[in-house]
């Protein structure tokens, strides 16, 4: 027995030394990393999406709707892909054509273009509907939501309020966090105030300073959907993993990475293409009636469809929220009859909001 007990203490020390061991360290959280997402993979096997129907009525049969909430890895693994693979790529050009000011202007605006987009892929990865499983959900929503500048958990919480509370002037976090989004601006400098991304950025900034510094107890002050978060000590973690990230990136960029002006101001105008299409889906419409009737979707290029990964049929998404974003395209086909607000455009909705004219519903 003495042998026994003998050889268990020298396998627990040296279990302990590997584990001290500071080369073993990064390994061992790796390992640590995988096992909780094994773990989490175990007990949501496909994902756990948000699976709440907010259409009451039957304007999808349930085979129908059975067909188009299947999930696929590969669609959005491509589009992931390319859409990283731009960002990026255009970071570099940057970079290397720093002393080239003719060429990073451009350059600086198509990043901002495809930075904005990124929440596209962050929000579908939230959702937990861009890929089947649960690792790919999480590894996606990570890889695109430090750019976009919002911890996955915070963004999780706060988006499935708005699902449940859209337009709710009292419940909304949309619109109790930015409430000029409830209604158009009334003159041509308000609507360049709202549209300058000024809006937006604070309601990102509010929450990921203030969960990553200011004790739970006062976190009803900034977030009033706070109550609803699972995992507080994991939402804290992840914003301050998201704000180091992001002071690293300014510190970088203002003292003298190679086109670092360039790229804070891509950083800021992401802000603005953010705010033009965001404004878009709900602002001006009714504060009750269906879900259909308080979202818009809009009829927009195969170009900026592109990029926002199908976030323009909107009033479908917020309708069947299981339904994955590469779905959208049929289901608007499926639904078009009933949808109560759709615009022929994101230009044509804006340049009908600073003229005061009355928008078309249908398409172009």
Known sequence: MRVIATEVAVAGRHSMSRTLDPRTRPVN???RF???CYARQQAYPEGSAMDEQFESRPLLSPEVLGTLITRRTLPSLVRLSVHLGA???VIASIVVNAERAWLCAPLSIALAWIW???FAPFHECTHRTAFRSLVGNH???WLTGVPFGMAPSVYRTFHYEHHRYTQDLEKDPELTGAPHYAAWPPSILTWLIANSGYGLLLLKLRPLFGFAIKPQAHWGSFARWAPRIDDPARLVLECRIVLGCWLVFIVAAWSGVPGGGWLLFAAWFTHVFQSLWLAAEHTGLPHSGTILARTRSVVTTPFVQFWLWNMNFHAEHHGWPSIPWHQL????RAVT???????PGYVAL???VLSGETLPRGGP
């Open 87 to 89: 960002f990026t790529g």
């Open 116 to 118: 904005s987009a990124l």
């Open 329 to 332: 395209p049929t289901t608007h």
């Open 34 to 36: 995988a096992t909780r």
């Open 139 to 141: 590894l996606g929503a």
């Open 29 to 31: 959280a790796l390992r």
């Open 337 to 343: 009859p009933q949808l109560e607000s759709l615009v």
């Open 350 to 352: 804006h340049r009908g």
